[in-house]
Each structure stands twice: as C-alpha cells, then as structure tokens.
C-alpha cells in the first residue's frame, strides 16, 4: 500500500498567515481567510521541486499534505519500516480538503498520547497574522528542464542564475533519471541533488513516530536520487519559494530547531527555565544581498549554541507571540547547501539562493517532530544555530520562560516503548518453546516462561542473530556481528526449576572422540544405537556398553525423553576425577575477608558497618539445600601491614599476628585461620566486636593493596581450595610496597590520543598476580569507598581478570545515603550462587569457530575461557566467524561447557546447546536479529576498544558499522525507493537509538564532571553484563506513577526517556539498573505528594531523603512494591534519589533521558537518526 493511499491529516498547528499572502480557509489552520486563487485541485503534475517562485497569477502549488499517520510498521519484506526522510509521500491529487487532526487542548497536560493521532473535528482557530515586509524576487521568465544530478551544488550566483535559466515547469513530466516518466498522481518527491562530498551533517532533522502502514512500498516510479533533497510540502504560501537547508559537519552538538523560522511564534519554553527561544529573522549583518550564508559547523558535540543573534538592521526586537499558534515554531535554516534528508518526512523543496532576507516563500518546512508535528528546541537551548538565519520573523530580546508547552502525537520516530509494548502484548506470559530452530525469543523487557525442548533458555544464552548467514562474504556484506551472550550460571524462575543433574559414575559424561563435544540433543545414533555422529565434527564414536539403548522406528533412542543430555538443552553432568586438579577432588572453597583500617576508612565509618554487618552475613553463607555449609572463613585487617587473625574455636579471646615485611608476603600461621563459622561462632564475633575499637584512634593514612591479594592467595594456597577474597579498601595505595601507584589523574588528556592510556593499569604487577589468582580459583571482589582518585583502572584488574566484581561508594559516609547501598549489594555478593576454579569452552559446528571473548576472565590460549569464580550474575560474551560453509540444511550448532566447583566442593560440568539456522538470503538475516543483543556487543566491544583507540575513532567506527548494516539492507532487501527515505529493518528499527545511548556514555563521550575513576568503573562493570541489565543501563525505563492504578497489578505504561515527555503535575520513576530517581514536577497535586511524601506542599519535600516514607494509603503500598521489585529485578541495589523539579539534582536526573542532547555534547535521537541517514545516502552512492 503506497503511502498516498493513506488519510491525509492536516497539521494540527495553524499556522500564521503573512501580511501580503493569501491563505487557504481550511478549518484547523486559523480559521476562514479570503483567497483570490481558485480551490485546491490536486498538485500540479509538472511542478518541479527546484523551480522559483512564479511571477503574480500563476497558479501556486498549494495542498496539505498527509501529516499524521496510522501506527503499524510493514515492508516489502515484512521487516521493514521506512521513514519519509526525503521525498517518498506526494500530496493528495483529489480536492478533498484534509481532515484536521486532535489539537493539544484535546489531551491532559503531560500525556503522552503512543500511537497515531486520532481524527477529530476540531473548533477552527482564530486568525493569526504578523506584519512582514515584502522583498520583491526577480526570477527569470523562461525555466527550461532542470537536468543536473549527480553534480557539485552550486556555489555562486552566478552559477545559480545559469541553473535556473534551464529550468522550466510546464505541464507536460520529464524524465528524470533512469525511471519512467512520473505520473501526476505518482510525481518524484524530489529533484536529483548531488551528494556533498565532505561528510555533512545535514540539521534538517524530523523525527519520525509511528511510522505509515507499508512506507517502505512505494507505488510508481521514483527517481534513484541518492543525496537528492528531501521533499517537505506543508501548507504553502502562493507563489513563494524556500531556502535552502544549511549542510553542516557532523561533529559537533545539535540542537533541535535546524529549519527557517518562517514567520512562526516565538515557542512556549518548556518548565525549568533556560535561555528564551528566538524565532526571527537573523541574517547575518555582514552578509551581501545575493551571497549565501556560510554554515557553521553543526553544534553536534560543542556547548549550546547562543540563544539569540542580532539581525542586520538595528538591536533585537522583542518577538510577538501570533494569537491562534499551538506549536512549537520553525527553527532556523542557513542558506548555503541543498537540503537533506528527513526522519519519516517529506522533504523540503530546494529554493533560490541569494535571496535576502524578507517574508517567508514557499511551503513551510517540516519540524523537528512527529509525522506531522513540529518540533521546538530542546529546553535549555536557543533555536538558531550559529550563522543561521531566521527569515521572516521578528527579532526577540531575552524574555522570561513562557509556561510549558504540549505537543501532539510524541512518538514520531521509532519508539522504543512502542516496540516494547507490542512486544508484551504478543507474548508476555506465554511459554516459550524452545524447540524450533533459530526462533528468536521475546524482548528482555517482556515476562515469559520458558519449556526447554533441546534448545538452552534465553535465561542462558541469546544471540544476535538466529539466523546466520551460510558464506563469510554475506557476513562481511551485512556487517551484522556474529554473537552469543552466554550467561552460564544464570538463576532460573522458580516455575523453571534447577537444572537436572546427571552422574554416569566412574566412567563420566559422553563424548565425541575428535572434537569431545558432550553428548546432546543433536547426537545421531547410527547401526541400531551402537554408535553415534557427532553433530559438531561428523566424527563417528562407539557407544559405551553401559549407555547403549535401542532406537524406535523415527530413529530416536527409545529412552531419548527420559535422558535430559538427549532431550533438553541445559542440564549439568557430574565430573570425575579426571576433570580436577592434579586428579584430586577439590576441597570446599574458603572466603577471606581482607577490611582497610587506615585512617579514612576508619573515620568514614566503614570499618564499624562492615565489622557489625559480618556478625549476621556469615550465618547466610551459600549453601546448597539440605545440606550444610562447608565454607571456611577468615579475616585480615591491613594498612601499612597486615594483621591475621587466628580465630580456632579452643581459643577464648581472637589473637593477632602482625606481617610487616609486605615485599615478601607470607601467612604466619595455617591452624586457625581457615575455620568453619558454626565451630568458631563466639571467638568470630568477640574479633568483629573488637575490630572498630582497636584501631579507633589510628592515625595511618597510608596503605598496599598488592600485598592484601597476595595474602589471600597465599592463604587458599596454603589451604590447596579455591575461594573469594572480599576486599573493603578506601584509599591510592601509595604505601611502599610491591603494586604501589601514584596519582595519573590528568584531564588534559581526556580526548587525546594518550587518553587510552588512562584506562590501563599503571603497573604489570597487578596482571601478573591476576594469572596466578586465576590458577588457584581466587576470585576478588573489590569493594571500594573513595574519597578521591584511587585509580579503578589498577585496583579493578585482579577482579576483572578472576571473574569477580567492582564496587564503588564515593564519599561514603556510615549515617549517610550509600550505607543501604553497600549492605545491600555486601549481602547479595556473599549469598549468591557461585562456580570456583571454572574453565569455558564453546565449540561449534564446522563452518564457523569463536573468535573474540568479552568479559571479566583470563584466557592462557585461544579457546579456554578461565574464571576463579563464576557467579549468577557474570555473562560471557562470544563473537563467531565463518572458516568454511554452512548449510541452510542442517543450520549451525554451539555448545557452551562449563566446568566449575560448586559451593560444597563438587566438580560439575554445566552443558548449554543451542541451534540456529542458517541462511543465503539477507533478508533472512535481518529478519532473525535482536537489537538488544546488538547493543549489548557494541557496547562492550567498544568498551574494550578505548584499551587501545582513542574515543573518538571508537564512536566514528561504531557509527561506521552502524551504517554500513543498515545501508546493506536498503541496498539489497528493501524495494526500491527514493533516497530520501529512512527504510530499516524491522528488527533493528531501534538500533540507531540505542547506539546512540551508547555513543553518548560517560565512558566514551565523558562530560566535564566525569571523572576518570567512574568511566573507569562503568567500562568493567559494563564488560560482563547480560542483555537485560546493559538495555536498562543504556535506555533507562521511565515511569509515570502518577497514572499508577493502585488496585491492579499492572504497571503504568513507560513514557520515553525525554524532558518533552514530563508533566509539571507529574511524578516519574526513573531506573537504569545502577540507581532509581523519583521526580516529582512542581506542579503535583497536593494529594499525590500527601500519599507519598505525607507532606502538602512542594516546598516541603525534603530533596536529600534516600528512602520514602511508609504510609497508610494504598497508592504509598504500592510505590514501595514497584520500588523493591525493581531492586529485586537486578544485580546492584539501586538507591533512590528524588529529585524535584528545577532543583540541583535535576542535571543529574537528565543525563539519563537519552533521547536528548546531553550536556556532554551528544547528539538528541532525532539528530543522530538523521546523521545516520546521511552516512546511509552516502555509502549508496
């Protein structure tokens, strides 16, 4: 369905007719207004995108285009969705006057309104009118064909003059490029303009919502105008034409007005104050009459454009406000380069350079908005950018905030919450069958259970795509990387169970004699069960006298069901001793508690919270059910030194043995200091008491950190078991002894090529220990409390490379906000399930191999992933590449295996399989990704990139890759349509939005409060993150509560995470996995922040609280269910913050609404899906 078949909706702004021109009397757009022209008769089928403006009484080329469109994504492969970004929608050729769509006044202040507008007759508005001056335009009388296409834009007037001397519009279409001469209902959108040649950045930005049905099918022909300019017919003024669209350079910040204010009213600016928006005419003063404005280079990565400009004639004017305009106005727009592309919009028709500044001419350009809405400035930032003009407005001086103002119809461009709730929708609560080959499963924002059928949970393993292309050059054509993000320990649901375990005694688990895959589901058994071909390698092996069973009439082993390795995809086997150390059972594993008592950590009061926290944690160490917990403790407090403790249950009082000689480190003593808690109960508690007291007026200030680990090796050594190290440290370790550092904080080198070096470890020793933690199964978890920069780069490199964890508290202080944090997170770290001395391999079957391995592990060669320790939470991220062929026939295999000690000592072999299918069809590829998986590898592939690139080369090589498998499906899976469309997959249709949340990361594009300690952080923590915590983290959920319905179950729908999307009455629950903010806007009702502040005014919120209050009302139960629900849903106790409008957290609060431009400098949604868009155009021509 072509999208000319669709409704056309009038824009639901009425717009201000200008002094001198005649406007249509359309309801919905200012009420009746005479015209001399005769009614709209459909366009013409000649008019020409480029022509000038006519001279008096021709007929002008006036229509109201289709505005706002039905929700609903489709294709021409069904998994697609294209975005008018240029010219792909031509008005409608019948006279039917358009239907107005729903003004703002039809919703509540702060709704959101998801979906498409909906069709309603709406009370005509009053007059608006501004007084202009008319500037007369000479044009030439004749205007042959406009033949030039792929050429340089013109840069002259001259040359400019010389064009339009061969234009000509006549009645009669032409021929333009190598399709068949348009018809008149069909007319190209645009005229073929040539591609700059430097990369520019094309601010005519448009976001797109709810795309049309069918937009990526385009009924007749289109002209193959890669780099043509868009084609934007909105309500046009008689005989007028429009300039030019300023091309400007990608790097730089963006902000969103990037079109000529023509005459629109100054915009509402959004609560919270900020710098007054302009909406005037702002030629440059310097500028000659018929010379072209010089772009500046596009904001896109720099501070906030200036909030006004003087115009050429005098000081600026204070701006009127035009009675009957409900919208946002037109944002500035240079004359310089010929327009570009449009998110979901038809673009705007090129205009006559030179042309000085005066009243608007042509149609009015599309907004920075939805289908048909437009889109204002985002708050805080001025509308024009530097050196571009706004024509035919009046200047405004500086003025006062106006009230918030409300726009129709929010999601334009693909919205993530859309795609989200469809997704719930469809399958949230079913059960997920895991038995169908390459099925890709439900988004990780979607609740469903799984029934495992031969095929590993999505609890344990996703990829990014199901369906893997069959030969290397199609995956190099794609650029669609090739991926699974392997959870291996993952906790089931309860409804999913434990994994079945399996004991094939002395003799062990089955496997294949070449490649040892483990015997699974895609086993054949051959010659009536007696032996079996690998499905991995095709080896043939003899089946074991013991396992050998008969096979039924399909071929199947006749106990196939009863066995879980032949009929499920995950399932554990228990190892023999020849899967151990030195062919010996391991002993249960130990935990050392290694607790800085120097003089900061003793004043922040960290000591006294984690001595008093221990007294209770121990008795909750892991343990498997009805069974006992064998796990020895032990403790060692340091500063300079260190001192151990024996803590033998014969003993009445704990005793201290001091180790000063830290170059040489040693335990001084092995009966005593591993026990049991249970045994050495009273003497553990009588240490923990005294601990705080002993060191209570200490005065050390220095510490080691290198010795601490290696006195804890020595300990799990000397004991031969693996183990945890729990390390509460607080300051730089500067303290004479091996792995002293200084501090190499310096932000002189933040965006330099040197910059890479800030985020590796100062110093080899720490590398160096980390191999030999890795060879005894001791896993570090770090547990930091900074006052200042103790260098997390070099603190983190012994837990990042054992598979433990890092932990930060800056500025932690015992009464203060982190104490809930840290026990929390202290308690989760020492309950959860864990895996020792674990070993990783993933095999594969023949035609592709693992390559690449993400994640916090050490690898002593190019297939064994090792892990000290392996927990619940750890996820292995695994990269594949093709060596041969795959067939579409049999598709492609992966087994993970897993060998690990468990909590009670037992040697076991955790076994996922999972089978995909294979494919020799693009489209089948793209049909079969999953972009949270996607993001999820980006991210840490890029994360491990600024290791040795820069963080510039990094984002230009991940919007590089972006655009080359986007481009790639345009060029091969979408049907031919013009340029100017945004066509993307179906399934990736998000992928530009949440790389751009990546781009935008704190350890990629650090703002100025960013300190090197937190990227540093952030980079490891992101490193081993499962699928469903790096979407939360990169596009945090968004919740309205103030829509809460507190008698039912359900959750209020998510808005998306932009300032435009909150009400002044509102309340908002923001969480991204690390921390949750609750915002509250100034204008709450009194009863909302009565039932959950208990409080009556604004005024009276207490912005440093960290908890709520505990009230008596059903809506405050509720918010404290949604509250801990979210705590439980992941891995990091997340503190809350609230945050009141206007106030001094609020930076802090917009940092995570990604779709804006951040105060970093990276660009809003809508900027970078339009620099995305000039990266595709410019790889397909």
């Known amino acids: 369905m072509n999208v000319n078949q669709q409704p056309h909706i009038a824009t639901p702004y009425g717009q201000p007719p200008l002094q001198g021109y005649q406007v249509y009397g359309q309801p919905g757009y200012g009420g009746p207004h005479a015209t001399p022209y005769g009614p709209y008769n459909g366009h013409n089928a000649a008019y020409q995108q480029d022509a000038p403006p006519q001279p008096p009484g021709y007929p002008p080329y006036s229509s109201f285009p289709s505005k706002t469109f039905a929700a609903g994504l489709s294709s021409d492969l069904s998994s697609s969705s294209s975005f008018g970004l240029g010219p792909g929608r031509v008005p409608p050729s019948s006279g039917t006057p358009p239907v107005s769509a729903p003004g703002y006044d039809q919703y509540p202040q702060g709704e959101v309104q998801n979906g498409p507008a909906l069709i309603a007759s709406q009370p005509p508005r009053p007059p608006a009118s501004q007084a202009y001056a008319q500037v007369p335009v000479t044009l030439p009388a004749t205007q042959p064909l406009y033949h030039q296409q792929y050429q340089a834009p013109p840069t002259s007037t001259q040359q400019v003059t010389n064009q339009m001397a061969g234009m000509q519009i006549g009645t009669a279409p032409s021929q333009a490029g190598p399709y068949a001469p ?31 049905p069918n937009v990526g099918v385009q009924q007749g022909p289109h002209p193959p105008t890669y780099g043509g300019p868009p084609h934007v017919p909105q309500q046009p003024f008689p005989g007028s034409a429009l300039p030019p669209v300023s091309q400007q350079s990608f790097p730089t910040a963006p902000t969103p007005s990037t079109q000529a204010s023509l005459g629109a009213p100054p915009l509402p600016q959004p609560y919270g104050g900020g ?19 010089v772009s500046q280079p596009s904001p896109y990565r720099s501070a906030p454009p200036p909030t006004g400009f003087t115009p050429s004639g005098g000081a600026p004017a204070p701006a009127r406000p035009t009675p009957g305009m409900h919208g946002p106005p037109f944002p500035p727009q240079s004359v310089s380069a010929p327009p570009g592309p449009q998110p979901n919009h038809i673009g705007a028709p090129p205009m006559q350079l030179g042309v000085p500044a005066g009243p608007p001419t042509g149609p009015l350009p599309q907004q920075n908005g939805a289908f048909g809405q437009m889109r204002g400035p985002q708050p805080g930032y001025g509308a024009p950018y530097p050196g571009q003009p706004n024509f035919g407005s009046q200047p405004q001086a500086p003025a006062p905030a106006p009230p918030a103002q409300k726009r129709l119809d929010p999601n334009s461009i693909p919205s993530p919450i859309q795609v989200i709730e469809d997704d719930k929708a469809s399958k949230s609560g079913e059960v997920f069958m895991t038995g169908v080959r390459g099925q890709a499963p439900p988004l990780v924002t979607t609740p469903f259970q799984v029934k495992d059928q031969g095929n590993a949970s999505p609890h344990f393993i996703r990829c990014t795509a199901y369906n893997m292309p069959c030969t290397s050059d199609m995956a190099k054509q794609s650029q669609v990387p090739l991926a699974a993000i392997i959870k291996p320990l993952a906790t089931l649901p309860e409804n999913e169970g434990p994994l079945p375990i399996v004991d094939h005694g002395e003799s062990g688990p089955i496997r294949c004699n070449r490649c040892k895959a483990y015997m699974c589901p895609y086993m054949q058994f051959i010659e009536g069960g007696r032996r079996f071909q690998c499905a991995f390698c095709s080896c043939v ?7 050998f069973q008969h096979l039924d009439h399909t071929g199947k082993r006749v106990d196939c069901y009863e066995r879980p390795e032949l009929s499920l995809g995950s399932y554990e086997f228990l190892a023999t001793v020849e899967y151990c150390k030195n062919n010996q059972l391991p002993q249960p594993p130990a935990f050392i508690f290694l607790i800085d008592v120097s003089y900061n950590a003793v004043r922040s009061g960290m000591v006294a919270v984690v001595c008093e926290e221990l007294r209770t944690l121990l008795d909750t160490l892991p343990s498997e059910p009805g069974t006992d917990c064998p796990i020895r403790v032990g403790f060692v407090t340091y500063n300079k030194v260190l001192h151990f403790y024996n803590v033998k249950s014969s003993l009445a009082q704990p005793q201290m043995l001091v180790v000063s000689d830290v170059a040489d480190m040693f335990v001084p003593l092995l009966d005593g200091f591993l026990v049991t808690v249970g045994e050495s109960r009273t003497v553990i508690n009588s240490l923990l008491q005294q601990i705080p007291e002993m060191f209570a007026d200490t005065r050390e200030t220095e510490t080691v950190f290198g010795p601490v680990i290696q006195a804890g090796l020595e300990a799990l050594k000397a004991a031969d078991c693996a183990g945890r190290l729990f390390i509460f440290h607080s300051t730089l370790p500067i303290a004479e002894a091996p792995g002293k550092l200084k501090n ?9 090529d040197k910059e890479k070096s800030l985020f590796q470890p100062q110093v080899s020793f720490y590398g160096n220990l980390a191999k030999e933690c890795v060879a005894q199964g001791c896993c570090v978890d770090l547990f930091l409390f900074p006052n200042q920069y103790v260098d997390v780069t070099t603190l983190g490199a012994v837990p990042c490379s054992t598979g433990g964890s890092v932990y930060k508290y800056a500025h932690f202080q015992q009464a203060q906000t982190d104490r809930d944090r840290f026990l929390n997170d202290l308690r989760r770290d020492v309950k959860k399930q864990m895996g020792f001395d674990a070993i990783m391999r993933v095999r594969t079957s023949t035609g592709i191999r693992a390559t690449d391995f993400f994640g916090s592990f050490y690898m002593s060669n190019t297939t064994d992933v090792e892990l000290a320790g392996l927990d619940c939470d750890k996820t292995i991220t695994v990269e594949f590449r093709h060596d041969d062929k795959l067939c579409e026939d049999t598709g492609a295999l992966l087994q993970c295996a897993v060998l690990y000690t468990s909590c009670r000592g037992q040697r076991r072999l955790r076994i996922h399989n999972l089978a995909v299918n294979c494919c020799s069809q693009l489209a089948e590829l793209y049909r079969h990704c999953e972009t949270d998986a996607l993001v999820n590898f980006f991210a840490k592939y890029a994360y491990r990139s600024v290791l040795s690139s820069p963080t510039k080369t990094v984002r230009d090589s991940l919007v590089n890759q972006c655009a080359q498998i986007l481009a790639c499906y345009r060029k091969n899976c979408a049907s031919p349509s013009s340029a100017g469309q945004l066509i993307l997959p179906e399934c990736m249709k998000l992928l530009p939005v949440y790389l751009n949340c990546v781009l ?17 952080y ?28 507190v008698e039912g179950r359900a959750l209020p729908t998510a808005v998306r995470d932009s300032e435009e999307r909150l009400s002044r009455d509102g309340l908002y629950l923001l969480e991204n996995g690390l921390s949750l903010f609750l915002w509250v806007g100034v204008a709450a009702p009194p009863d909302l922040l009565r039932s959950v502040f208990d409080v009556s005014a604004f005024s009276e919120i207490n912005p440093n609280m960290t908890s709520l209050p505990t009230l008596d009302n059903p809506f405050s139960k509720r918010l404290h269910e949604i509250i801990e629900m979210f705590r439980e849903q992941r891995s990091r106790y997340m503190k809350l913050m609230v945050v009141k409008q206007e106030d001094r957290l609020e930076p802090l609060f917009k940092h995570f609404l990604v779709e804006d431009k951040s105060s970093n400098g990276g660009a809003s949604y809508v900027d970078f899906l339009c620099h995305m868009h000039k990266e595709i155009r410019q790889l397909l021509s």
């Open 182 to 212: 348009p018809t008149s209902s069909h007319l190209p959108s645009s005229t073929a303009f040539p591609t700059p040649g430097n990369p520019s950045y094309t601010s005519q930005a448009v976001p797109p919502s709810q795309p049309p």
């Open 541 to 547: 092996t003899e089946v074991p006298p013991h396992y």
């Open 1000 to 1016: 935008k990361s704190e350890v990629l594009q650090p703002g100025g409060d960013a300190s090197l300690d937190d990227r540093a």
């Open 744 to 752: 190499r904080e310096d932000k002189k080198l933040v965006g330099t």
């Open 1018 to 1045: 952030l980079r490891q923590l992101v490193s081993c993150m499962d699928v469903a915590e790096s979407h939360a983290f990169f596009y945090p959920r968004l919740l309205p509560l103030h829509k809460l319905d």
């Open 275 to 293: 710098p007054p928006v302009s909406a005037h005419s702002q030629f440059p003063g310097s500028l000659p009459p018929h010379q072209a404005a």
